[in-house]
């Protein structure tokens, strides 16, 4: 679905708003978890709910977690932005692109997406949204990347096909 795409940003934006709110003063019921009609059925291990209870340890991990900018799987992260970019330093006329060859970093994950011949062809919006050649070539073409990249079951359309013809994709070890 298209909401798999947002799930994370979702997630993100009420964390956000429950610690402004925290922040604010605003508290929630004190027994959400220790009531006998709170969530502790959900969390029957009584060290799960003494952990949930303790202060985050520093550095703490949700620090480092990232947020995709592209609806799209995260191994295109960078290529989808350079393809955008290239969009934009051709005034977003590739016509003259005969070849694009793209540099990835040479990872298990990468190779393996690399290597899926489901993502290499998508057919559906699922694969489409996995497919590194079509993620670049829409994104090059249109100079974005969102929801709308991905109406009409636009994997199909010719001009698409064309340009993901074009695209040639290598793994580098320096990267």
């Keep these: 679905s298209s909401a798999k795409s947002i799930a994370n940003a979702l997630v993100a934006k009420s964390s956000a ?3 402004l709110l925290a922040a604010g003063g605003v508290s929630g019921p004190m027994g959400v978890i220790d009531h006998k009609r709170g969530m502790q059925s959900l969390f029957a291990n009584p060290q799960a709910r003494a952990a949930m209870a303790q202060p985050i340890k520093q550095p703490s991990y949700i620090m480092s977690a990232r947020i995709k900018p592209f609806p799209c799987v995260g191994t295109a992260q960078c290529a989808v932005a350079a393809a955008i970019q290239l969009n934009h ?6 016509s003259g692109v005969r070849k694009l060859r793209l540099e990835m970093g040479d990872h298990p994950t990468v190779i393996r997406h690399l ?3 489901e993502r290499a062809n998508p057919t559906s ?6 497919s590194i050649p079509f993620l ?3 994104a090059a073409l249109d100079g974005e990347l969102g929801m709308k990249q991905f109406a009409n079951a636009r994997w199909n ?3 698409v096909r064309s340009f993901m ?3 040639e994709t290598h ?4 990267l």
Excluded: N
């Design 17 to 19: 708003e429950a610690v």
């Design 89 to 94: 330093e051709l005034g977003g006329d590739l």
């Design 115 to 117: 290597a899926d011949a």
């Design 125 to 130: 919006r699922e694969a489409a949204d996995h």
């Design 136 to 138: 670049v070539a829409v």
């Design 157 to 159: 359309d010719p001009r």
């Design 165 to 167: 013809a074009k695209i």
């Design 171 to 174: 793994t580098d070890d320096v």
